[in-house]
């Protein structure tokens, strides 16, 4: 499902095609479960952008690529 999120960092709008459904993302977003318990197939950025919008890229630009 291709999902649209503004970045809670720097306010873009970002793209990210994630294997969820709509009422995968109706029942996450009801239920107040943690996302690692409701989508534990998915990749560690694909739950972050979900949850704040930053895509792996921005968080690379702001914070670094890491050791």
Known sequence: MLIKRKCSLDGSINEMDIPVTPADLHTWQITGDLIQNTFPQLKDYEREFL?????????????????
Do not use: L
Not at 52 to 66: A, S, V
């Open 51 to 67: 949850m704040t919008g930053i895509t792996p890229e921005i968080w690379d630009r702001i914070f670094g690529e890491g050791d």
